[in-house]
């Protein structure tokens, strides 16, 4: 494998940045669900897609709206509306690009994100699959999986 494991504790120190002190990331079974809204698509210097992060609506609004501050509300509103306001897809770009930082040591690849794309299509299988179950505080609660080489 060319890039790491997701620690679960670096993880939540980074979600409590920006969703809050009771934010928490625990390692989880593989997740089975292809609900999953939006796919971060990650490349190497090469231009080739080495790792991906996908979440589900629920999650994606909750991580783009705490970026903002926008309350808990507005997150529940996107997801019943079934789309993301603009602000909240751009602070989603944001965190994600933050979130690669979680599969980088100072021995491994480096990697970028390119883009955070619409459903699952994106996802590549890679060579390991990590889920995560987080707790977002107000926003509730949410779920993440990274597939990398």
Same mark, same amino acid.
């Given at each position: 494998?060319?890039?790491?494991?997701?620690?679960?504790?670096?993880?939540?120190?980074?979600?409590?940045?920006?969703?809050?002190?009771?934010?928490?990331?625990?390692?989880?079974?593989?997740? =089975?669900?292809?609900?999953?809204?939006?796919? %971060?698509?990650?490349?190497?210097?090469?231009?080739?897609?080495? =790792?991906? $992060?996908?979440?589900?609506?629920?999650?994606?609004?909750?991580?783009? $709206? /705490?970026?903002? @501050?926008?309350? =808990?509300?507005?997150?529940? $509103?996107?997801?019943?509306?079934?789309?993301?306001?603009? @602000?909240?897809?751009?602070?989603?770009?944001?965190?994600?690009?933050?979130?690669?930082?979680?599969?980088?040591?100072?021995?491994?690849?480096?990697?970028?994100?390119?883009?955070?794309?619409?459903?699952?299509? /994106?996802?590549? =299988?890679?060579?390991?699959?990590?889920?995560?179950?987080?707790?977002?505080? %107000?926003?509730?609660?949410?779920?993440?999986?990274?597939?990398?080489?």
């Amino acid at each position: 494998m060319k890039y790491k494991k997701p620690d679960a504790a670096h993880f939540s120190d980074m979600l409590r940045m920006f969703v809050g002190p009771a934010a928490i990331a625990k390692d989880a079974a593989a997740v =089975a669900s292809t609900d999953f809204s939006h796919t %971060a698509i990650y490349i190497n210097g090469d231009g080739e897609t080495v =790792a991906t $992060c996908s979440v589900g609506l629920p999650t994606a609004a909750a991580l783009g $709206c /705490s970026l903002s @501050m926008i309350p =808990a509300g507005g997150a529940e $509103c996107m997801v019943e509306d079934k789309e993301l306001s603009e @602000m909240a897809t751009d602070n989603l770009y944001e965190v994600m690009n933050i979130l690669s930082s979680l599969l980088m040591t100072d021995s491994t690849s480096h990697l970028k994100l390119a883009k955070v794309e619409l459903g699952v299509d /994106s996802r590549i =299988a890679g060579e390991a699959e990590e889920a995560y179950e987080l707790e977002l505080g %107000a926003y509730g609660k949410g779920e993440v999986v990274f597939n990398y080489t």
